[in-house]
């Protein structure tokens, strides 16, 4: 396949869906994460963290299903670059789904250290609760991996939207709907 013939082609339906659900929840997760603190104490603050941590869990479980699908009945296109362009993009890509993945751990970690009260229905218990630098430094990493995203996210949407509006490839064209050619490409 030459460089612009596989840009006829696009993701199959499932891989389109779940980038595009993931990266709302990526967002939507930073901003509800950014205004836990901001809240007044009780019940409010509370709700919120609540929402972050169980939105947080479905974001993992797509991810790590993503994952899956990916690496199983996903279509896969080549970049439209070539030589190193094509490896930096994999590899880019590769460093976006790390990342995700590390915020989910480093996540799931902070609620079993620091332990939870969740929407005052019910308490996960903290592995050590006196620890409060321990605590700390357990958001204060997840908080910067939480960052670490929003600034790669922001430079692959700007790489995107170049594709889209200064090469006119058809790039983002194939992120966003699903042709029935895309099937040829598993
Ligand atoms: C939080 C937000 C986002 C995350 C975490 C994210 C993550 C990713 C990842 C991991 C891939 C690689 C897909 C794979 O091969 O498995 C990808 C592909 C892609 N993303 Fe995003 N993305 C986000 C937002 C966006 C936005 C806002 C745009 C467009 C404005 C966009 C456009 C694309 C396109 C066009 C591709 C396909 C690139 C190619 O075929 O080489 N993404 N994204
Ligand atoms: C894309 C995924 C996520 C993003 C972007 C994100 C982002 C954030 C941000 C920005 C904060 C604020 C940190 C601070 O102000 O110090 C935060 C706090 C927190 N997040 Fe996440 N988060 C994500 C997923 C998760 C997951 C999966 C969990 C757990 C299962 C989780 C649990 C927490 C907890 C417990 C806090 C501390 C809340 C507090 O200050 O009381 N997060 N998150």
Avoid at 90 to 104: E, Q, R, T
Avoid at 140 to 161: G, K, P, R, Y
Avoid at 167 to 175: E, N, S, V
Wanted: proline residues 3%; aromatic residues 14%; charged residues 15%.
């Amino acid at each position: 396949m030459n460089p612009s013939e596989h840009l006829l082609h696009t993701y199959d339906k499932k891989t389109i869906v779940l980038h595009w659900v993931v990266a709302f929840l990526v967002v939507g997760l930073w901003i509800a994460g950014q205004c836990i603190d901001l809240l007044p104490r009780g019940f409010p603050r509370i709700t919120l963290r609540s929402f972050h941590i169980t939105f947080g869990v479905v974001f993992g479980l797509l991810l790590i299903y993503r994952i899956f699908w990916r690496r199983s009945g996903g279509v896969h296109l080549p970049t439209p670059n070539n030589g190193w362009l094509t490896r930096l993009a994999k590899y880019f890509h590769v460093f976006l789904y790390a990342l995700m993945l590390s915020i989910f751990i480093s996540g799931v970690v902070a609620v079993w250290y620091r332990g939870v009260n969740m929407f005052d229905l019910f308490k996960i218990p903290a592995f050590d609760a006196e620890n409060k630098e321990m605590r700390k430094l357990l958001v204060f990493i997840h908080e910067w991996i939480a960052n670490a995203i929003m600034l790669s996210v922001s430079l692959h949407t700007l790489v995107a939207l170049w594709h889209h509006f200064k090469l006119k490839d058809g790039l983002l064209q194939r992120m966003w709907t699903s042709k029935s050619t895309s099937h040829e490409q598993k």
